[in-house]
């Protein structure tokens, strides 16, 4: 071997290591079962249908699942463990409030008949988010596959990194950067808030005195203001719930952008990004892209889906496929 060869091959070698270092970090692909589990799209899509038949908010439920998972330790089912009251399940934004545990662990006993101990509780969550995403009339993909199960519920940690409805913008775009995800995926994801529930005490805080103004938030519209005074009486328990589109709240489409525009966005955290100072020259903009273009709205929300998705993913010989949602495996 001569020694420019040496040399070549040397950089040859950095180079692999390099490009290595990179696909390592998303290893996720859409075809990761197609040999050991080759029906698991039917099966999660069956029990998804299911789940929405018995109860069309579900969709909703699952979607948000995902979504919380996610952003706590990242994408690895950790929001499924049962345990204390410092796991996940119990943690401010979580408790009495994620649904849906029971329709995963309903998939999880249907993919476990047809392909045991192979498919991990996180992506089976990632699948029925997008399941629930198109069978509300909303775009669809294949979605990266290949998340490994955590071992650890950190309550404490999810009460610091979700965000709030009580959050300022800025707050809300630094807990997504902290988890790579920029400005862009906070206005395409916030357009799932076209879909679901938000309970009373979510969004009350904007109805009588506003931070402490005395008056109701100055930027919700009065019709809206006024039924969701008589929906949410100061009186009540916190627990009635409004839907977060009032226009079509079973419907996965880009109204969601609408209602900011017209001062009809559910929580605190979704009118900021049309009527916050601080947004006029950020998130507005987009808010009024997404609401003249429900192309590039589904386009932008599905590349963010994706970007969500891949969160600090377990792979190789991290972490567990646990045996049930609920527990780690012994
Ligand atoms: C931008 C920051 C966000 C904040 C502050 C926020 C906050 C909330 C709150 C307070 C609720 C109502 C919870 C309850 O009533 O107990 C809710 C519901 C929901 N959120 Fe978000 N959210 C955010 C982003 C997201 C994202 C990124 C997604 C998904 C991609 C999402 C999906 C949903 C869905 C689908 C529901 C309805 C769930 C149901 O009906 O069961 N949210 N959100
Ligand atoms: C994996 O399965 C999907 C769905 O059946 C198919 O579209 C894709 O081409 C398959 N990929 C490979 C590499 O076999
Ligand atoms: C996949 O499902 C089809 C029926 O939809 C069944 O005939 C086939 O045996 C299943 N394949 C595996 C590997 O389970
Ligand atoms: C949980 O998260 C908190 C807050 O970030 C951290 O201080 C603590 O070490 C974590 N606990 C475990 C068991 O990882
Ligand atoms: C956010 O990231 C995406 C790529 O993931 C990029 O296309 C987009 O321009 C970024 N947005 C901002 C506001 O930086
Ligand atoms: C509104 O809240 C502020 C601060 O909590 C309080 O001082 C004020 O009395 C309240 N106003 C009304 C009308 O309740
Ligand atoms: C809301 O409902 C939950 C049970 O679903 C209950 O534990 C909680 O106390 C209720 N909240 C209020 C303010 O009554
Ligand atoms: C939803 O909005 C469209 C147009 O923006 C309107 O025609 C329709 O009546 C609205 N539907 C409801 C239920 O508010
Ligand atoms: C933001 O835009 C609104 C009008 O949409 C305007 O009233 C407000 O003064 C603007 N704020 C800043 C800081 O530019």
């Not at 990179?22 to 249908?49: A, D, G, H, M, W």
């Not at 790579?180 to 005195?209: K, P």
């Not at 979704?270 to 429900?294: C, G, H, M, R, W």
Request: proline content about 3%; some cysteine.
């Amino acid at each position: 071997m001569n020694r420019s060869c040496k040399l070549a091959c040397y950089y040859f070698f950095l180079i692999n290591m390099f490009l290595l270092h990179f696909t390592v970090r998303s290893q996720l692909t859409t075809n990761f079962y197609n040999s050991s589990c080759p029906n698991l799209s039917k099966i999660v899509r069956k029990e998804v249908v299911k789940a929405l038949m018995n109860e069309f908010r579900m969709g909703a439920s699952l979607l948000r699942l995902h979504f919380h998972d996610c952003f706590v330790n990242g994408c690895d089912g950790s929001i499924l463990l049962d345990g204390g009251a410092d796991t996940e399940k119990f943690a401010f934004p979580n408790v009495n409030s994620v649904r849906g545990f029971d329709v995963i662990d309903t998939i999880k006993t249907s993919v476990e008949s047809a392909c045991s101990g192979v498919v991990s509780c996180a992506d089976i969550v990632a699948i029925a988010a997008r399941d629930s995403i198109l069978l509300s009339g909303g775009p669809s993909w294949n979605v990266p596959l290949g998340r490994r199960d955590g071992t650890v519920s950190n309550g404490s940690l999810a009460n610091v990194v979700l965000p709030s409805p009580f959050d300022p913008l800025s707050t809300i775009v630094s807990k997504f950067t902290n988890v790579g995800l920029n400005l862009t995926d906070v206005v395409s994801l916030s357009g799932a808030h076209t879909i679901g529930r938000a309970r009373c005490a979510l969004f009350s805080n904007r109805l009588f005195n506003f931070s402490g103004t005395g008056s109701p938030d100055s930027t919700l519209e009065t019709t809206m203001l006024s039924d969701l005074q008589n929906l949410c009486p100061q009186t009540g328990d916190g627990n009635t719930t409004a839907v977060l589109d009032r226009n079509s709240s079973d419907a996965f489409d880009n109204h969601y952008y609408k209602n900011l525009l017209n001062g009809k966005g559910l929580l605190s955290s979704d009118q900021i990004l049309f009527s916050s100072d601080e947004a006029n020259s950020t998130a507005k903009p987009l808010v009024q892209s997404y609401n003249d273009d429900s192309t590039l709205f589904f386009g932008d929300f599905v590349k963010s889906m994706i970007k969500m998705g891949n969160i600090n993913p377990k792979i190789g010989s991290d972490g567990e496929i646990r045996k049930s949602c609920r527990v780690i495996n012994s």
